[in-house]
């Protein structure tokens, strides 16, 4: 049982600097404009042998309305009541502001335990603000430097008591359980079950799309909280925040991603780091639902999106959202699907579910979808299928001849999963065409139940290791004698 530390304060005191020198990794978008975390984002934090669950959070305005930065303050305000410990973050140079003393007041009220911290202290340049820090009666505040990790011993001597407490209430209430298992019985053998999602490895899904296409909101309804940021503005979310939760009995880790615009429109430095964040994020899935707006579905963007999830080899599902405000929903889906076969035959057979994410009308049916993409992702068939397979599809339509040369396919072997990968042996791989290899990968699709993942297939030759395969057979030794008085003549 571990802690939870969640790092509050104003916009631009270096919460998320802070947060990613404890986590270890640039996991949360910094930069020196204030304002750029939105959403709560949780990482695994570590310093020195204390192990604990860091919260970064949005900067604290003095909004209390329905606006953006109002949203965001209540969202900072929960994480606060869930965590168990707070640092509070004021900036050294600064000093304490009106806002700070606002803040303070309200961490007070809520009894939260809390931590003052003074960043940028560093040097002479601090000093007077860690010493304006005690004004505000949280105890004595520690000073550091979250860019060059000064005071990090000392938050430790601070946390570490806090570590101990909750080691010891672990302790009292885990459960006594006497279990005799055999060794033969704890071993694990790996069989057709052994991708299936755990506790330990949840189901990696990722949420990807245009801004304002409901990512967000789709999340919330899947997790059953609002835990991420929402509103009717498009772009909120910047950070790829990642959510645990079991879903339906399937534990899960969903990431929720910035929306993607056309790359000519992203002048932002902020969003061309939210968009890089998004594709990261899809690199770390094993699913991706690419969310569309019924209103307008299969936009170039769209189609860009799809294509990058595939040729990053990973599972896709495509879902399209708002689906009650659509009226004509048969003719509509028709139209769909017509649209999604004609513009990405890349994922043929690839899931198309409709949803609303916000009656929640249609999750079943995405659940059941990711699940079975995932099955198919995870995939594998034995060579003699494969090649039993592979003798019907040769003798049904040959590889051609390309200039007489006549192309033999000798046999086919799956080397990998996650996507399926495939290897196939044969006489000239290089003179191969595309052509062949589409219709390889479609009867791969079709024959082995395999719809809309990603399937790689490799032509190889197996070489010929004959070593006197490029030298002359002059035969006996009185022909070669011939030849070489001939060359000495």
């Known amino acids: 049982m571990t802690f939870t530390l969640a790092v509050v304060g104003r916009p631009n005191v270096g919460k998320s600097t802070l947060f990613n020198r404890l986590v270890g990794k640039k ?7 204030p304002g750029v975390t939105r959403d709560l984002r949780e990482g695994d934090a570590r310093l020195f042998d ?12 003095e909004v209390t309305d329905d606006s953006l930065q109002g949203r965001m303050r209540r969202l900072t305000e929960r994480a606060v009541e869930l965590a168990d410990v707070c640092l509070f973050l004021i900036d050294g140079r600064v000093g304490v502001t009106p806002s700070d003393e606002v803040f303070a007041d309200i961490l007070r009220r809520k009894n939260a335990r809390v931590i003052l911290g003074v960043n940028k202290a560093e040097g002479k340049a601090g000093d007077a603000g860690a010493l304006e820090a005690f004004s505000l009666g949280l105890g ?25 407490e909750f080691e010891e209430r672990a302790a009292q209430d885990a459960p006594i359980v006497d279990v005799d298992v055999s060794e033969d019985e704890a071993e694990l053998e790996a069989d057709e079950d052994a991708h299936k999602p755990t506790a330990r490895h949840p189901l990696q899904i ?23 940021l929402t509103g009717p503005e498009a772009g909120i979310t910047r950070d790829a925040i990642s959510v645990r939760s079991e879903w339906m009995g399937t534990p ?19 969003e061309k780091l939210s968009v890089a964040d998004g594709l990261r994020a899809v690199r770390f899935a094993e699913v991706v639902v690419v969310l569309l707006d019924v209103e307008i579905p299969f936009e170039q963007q769209d189609l860009r999106i799809a294509d990058f999830a ?38 043929r057979g690839a899931p198309l579910v409709t949803v609303s994410a916000k009656t929640g009308r249609g999750l079943d049916r995405l659940h059941a979808a990711i699940l079975k993409a995932h099955d198919v992702w995870n995939r594998r068939i034995t060579t003699a299928r494969l090649n039993s397979w592979l003798g019907a599809m040769t003798e049904a339509h040959p590889p051609p001849a390309p200039g007489g040369k006549r192309i033999k396919l000798r046999y086919m072997t799956q080397v990998k999963t996650r996507p399926p990968g495939f290897v196939v042996m044969c006489s000239h791989p290089d003179l191969m065409p595309e052509s062949y290899r589409r219709y390889l990968v479609n009867g ?24 006197y395969r490029d030298k002359k057979n002059w035969g006996t030794p009185s022909r070669l004698r011939k030849h070489l008085d001939k060359k000495k003549d």
Do not use: C
Not at 27 to 33: F, G, S, T, W
Not at 210 to 224: D, E, M, Q, Y
């Open 310 to 347: 595939e040729t990053e080899g990973r599972a896709v599902v495509v879902a399209v959202n708002k689906w009650d405000l659509e009226g004509e929903k048969q003719e509509k889906l028709a139209e769909l699907k017509e649209m999604f076969d004609r513009l990405l035959p890349q994922l």
């Open 50 to 61: 204390l192990r604990f669950t860091v919260i970064d959070t949005a900067g604290l305005e």
């Open 252 to 270: 899960t880790r969903i990431f929720d991603t910035a929306g993607m615009r056309k790359k000519a429109k992203v002048v932002d430095k902020v």
């Open 206 to 228: 990722a949420v990807i799309g245009r801004p304002n296409a409901g990512k967000s909101t789709l999340i919330n309804k899947i997790i059953g909280e609002d835990r991420l």
């Open 140 to 164: 004595e505040p520690v000073r550091l430097s979250a860019e060059h990790g000064e005071g990090m011993e000392d938050l430790y001597h601070i946390l570490r008591p806090v570590s101990e």
């Open 444 to 467: 791969l699709r079709d024959h082995f139940d395999m719809p809309g993942t990603p399937i790689r297939v490799t032509f190889r030759g197996q070489g010929d290791k004959n070593p």
């Open 27 to 33: 996991l949360a978008l910094v930069d020196d404009q």
